[in-house]
C-alpha cells in the first residue's frame, strides 16, 4: 500500500534526497490504487506548497514544527504518556507487534515514530491491516492534526489524511 509509504517519505526530516525522489513519489501516488482522488489531491497540494520553499526554509520549519515543539512530536505515545514511565510497556509493546511481523527496529528510532509506524503498514500490512493498525492510534492522531492546523502547519492535512484512514476500521467494527 503505497499511500503510507509516501506519507511516510513526507513526514521525513526534507533532506535532498526526498527532493531528489519527488517525481517518483508523485508517479507512484498517481499509479497507486489505494488513494481516493482527496487523498491524491492533499498529497500533491502538500508537495506543491512545500516546493516553494527552498531547502534551507523546509529544514527549519521541519525542525522546528516537530523537533522542537513537543505538541508536534512524530513519536506518538509521548502523546499519551509524555516521558512517563509508562510509555516504556507500550514501547515494548509495539517493538513486539513489529518482530510478529519480522520486522527489528533498526538504528535509534522508537517504534512509535509515525513516519516508521507507516513505513511498516505500508510493507507489511494489507488496506483492512493498516486501518486496523492506526484505528488504535486514531485518539493520538486526532490530538496530533489538531495541533498541527492550530499551528498553520502544512503537515496537519497529511496526519489528517492518516487520522481519516484509522477511522474507517473503527466505522466499519
Known amino acids: 500500500m503505497m499511500i503510507y509509504r509516501i506519507l511516510a517519505a513526507l513526514l521525513e526530516y526534507p533532506d535532498q534526497n526526498l527532493v531528489d525522489n519527488l517525481g517518483e513519489i508523485l508517479q507512484a501516488l498517481d499509479d497507486s490504487l489505494d488513494v481516493s482522488v482527496d487523498e491524491r489531491e492533499t498529497v500533491r497540494a502538500f ?20 523537533d522542537m515543539t513537543p505538541e508536534h512530536s512524530l513519536h506518538l505515545t509521548h502523546h499519551l504518556f509524555g516521558d512517563d514511565k509508562n510509555r516504556g510497556p507500550a514501547l515494548i509493546d509495539l517493538s513486539e ?71 474507517l476500521s473503527c466505522l466499519t467494527a
Open 47 to 66: 508537495i506543491a506548497d512545500w516546493m516553494l520553499e527552498d531547502a534551507t526554509e523546509r529544514q527549519a520549519a521541519y525542525v522546528q514544527t516537530f
Open 97 to 167: 507487534y513489529y518482530k510478529g511481523y519480522g520486522v527489528e527496529v533498526a538504528g535509534n528510532e522508537l517504534p512509535d515514530y509515525l513516519p516508521l509506524m507507516l513505513e511498516f503498514a505500508g510493507s507489511q500490512l494489507d488496506e483492512t491491516g493498516a486501518q486496523v493498525f492506526f484505528s488504535d492510534a486514531v485518539k493520538v492522531l486526532g490530538v496530533l492534526g489538531s495541533n498541527l492546523e492550530k499551528a498553520g502547519s502544512p503537515y496537519a492535512p497529511l496526519v489528517r489524511l492518516i487520522e481519516n484512514r484509522g477511522r
